[in-house]
């Protein structure tokens, strides 16, 4: 394996325009932490930007930081929370899903694109980014937003970077946007919902103006029996409800005693405080019950992206013509699957299901052989496939960056 380890833009650049010429694709990492996630890449040539790590700005009064790409997660996070701020989407930690340490990078939450519970009230991780220098197929630097909110600098490419799995441009600095840290945070627990009933009450919740920032539904099977957060619970042959409220300490309180009256109809709501509260959404952001050491570390997962409203019984559905186990977050909106192994990963029945439901799957673990065979993203409609590949062209028509990772066969 062939690895160039850039120092800064005009490296990426210069390693970007060699590949072009030779027509050699290259497969873009940070720390590596995202690898297991998409087709595999069929490339001997890695483009490593984990030396692109430095904090250029940050200025906690303008709530914006300015940052290398290659900069590990965790770092920039320690950062801003001594300012008691934060990254409101909360981007997820693949570690324990996917295996190894926690060593995401800045660059890999924005092609990723995976934001955590709080997505609901918050927006994805593309609402946050305000401004992007990034290096095309062409080999061509580009600059995309800017440092302020709101910005008129031309086409909004950021949007399209976010998410993008680095197959459009090799970002090499972001400008994000951060918020401050809540002073309090409560959340209801409600035990014994059922899949449907717990949408039902999630939905009421979410539709409530008790400014709901999660809502989440853990079945009593797929509870962990050995991790904090969830598995501090108690009973764990009961599924359990889950609904955050954030804020200064005064309205929280008084948010949360007001919510537990409207869903009284659903059963009584116990209360979480503060660090108990934080423990559990953790556990559900990151999907520790499935984590790859786990007891169902070796089952393929998938992400579930469906109208809220049908979450609960396509999850039911899922769960019980398979074997397997659900979690919901987005208040039915985002289901992770976890799924007995087979060797396509069940993937025609989940996609017929997820079809039917108006929403989208990805494959976001499984073993190489089977993700060789398997489309792991979710196949696009016709029109909307081409549409992506002609902006796709646009901005690397040789296909040299992280060429296979989105789609197999001779579309790759």
Same mark, same amino acid.
Request: aromatic residues 4%.
């Given at each position: 394996m062939d690895t160039m380890r850039v120092r800064d833009a005009r490296d990426v650049?210069?390693?970007?325009?060699?590949?072009?010429?030779?027509?050699?694709?290259?497969?873009?990492?940070?720390?590596?932490?995202?690898?297991?996630i998409g087709q595999p890449i069929a490339t001997n040539a890695l483009l490593d930007?984990?030396?692109?790590?430095?904090?250029?700005?940050?200025?906690?009064?303008?709530?914006?930081?300015?940052?290398?790409?290659?900069?590990?997660?965790?770092?920039?996070?320690?950062?801003?929370?001594?300012k008691n701020q934060q990254f409101a989407f909360e981007p997820i930690d693949t570690a324990a899903l996917l295996g190894g340490p926690s060593r995401g990078t800045i660059g890999g939450m924005?092609?990723?694109?995976?934001?955590?519970?709080?997505r609901i009230k918050a927006g994805a991780a593309r609402d946050h980014l305000l401004g992007a220098h990034a290096v095309s197929g062409f080999g061509d630097s580009f600059k995309a937003g800017g440092?302020?909110?709101?910005n008129v600098t031309g086409y909004d490419l950021c949007k399209l970077l976010a998410g993008s799995w680095g197959t459009l441009a090799v970002m090499t600095e972001v400008t994000l946007k951060v918020m401050p840290?809540?002073?309090?945070?409560?959340?209801?627990l409600l035990r014994g919902l059922d899949d449907v009933t717990a949408n039902r009450a999630m939905t009421a919740a979410l539709g409530s103006p008790f400014d709901v920032s999660?809502?989440?539904?853990?079945?009593?099977?797929?509870? &962990? @029996?050995?991790f +904090?957060? =969830? *598995?501090?619970?108690?009973?764990?042959?009961?599924?359990?409800?889950?609904?955050?409220?954030?804020?200064?300490?005064?309205?929280?309180?008084h948010r949360a005693a007001a919510l537990g009256r409207l869903l009284a109809r659903f059963g009584a709501a116990e209360i979480l405080q503060d660090a108990a509260s934080e423990g559990v959404w953790t556990s559900v952001r990151d999907?520790?019950?499935?984590?790859?050491?786990?007891?169902?570390?070796?089952?393929?997962?998938?992400?579930?992206?469906?109208? &809220? @409203?049908?979450? +609960?019984? =396509? *999850?039911?559905?899922l769960a019980r013509g398979t074997g397997g186990d659900v979690i919901y977050d987005w208040g039915g909106g985002l289901i992770w699957a976890a799924l007995p192994p087979k060797p396509d990963a069940q993937a025609a029945m989940v996609r017929a299901r997820v079809d039917a439901a108006g929403g989208h799957a990805t494959l976001v673990r499984a073993a190489e052989e089977v993700r060789r065979h398997v489309d792991v993203f979710h196949p696009q409609p016709g029109g909307l496939a081409t549409l992506s590949e002609r902006v796709r062209d646009s901005f690397d028509p040789k296909h040299i960056l992280n060429r296979g990772r989105l789609t197999r066969g001779p579309a790759a």
């Open positions: 650049e210069q390693a970007v325009r060699a590949a072009v010429a030779s027509e050699q694709p290259l497969e873009i990492i940070g720390h590596g932490s995202k690898r297991q930007l984990s030396a692109l790590n430095a904090v250029t700005c940050y200025e906690p009064n303008e709530l914006i930081i300015t940052v290398q790409a290659g900069a590990p997660l965790a770092d920039v996070k320690s950062l801003i929370d001594s924005i092609g990723a694109g995976l934001a955590g519970p709080r440092r302020v909110v709101k840290k809540p002073e309090s945070e409560r959340t209801l999660g809502a989440a539904h853990v079945p009593s099977s797929a509870f &962990p @029996a050995d +904090g957060g =969830l *598995g501090a619970l108690g009973n764990q042959r009961e599924a359990v409800t889950l609904l955050r409220l954030e804020g200064i300490p005064a309205s929280v309180t999907v520790r019950p499935f984590a790859a050491d786990g007891a169902l570390g070796m089952w393929p997962v998938w992400r579930i992206v469906c109208p &809220p @409203a049908s979450g +609960g019984a =396509l *999850g039911q559905a």
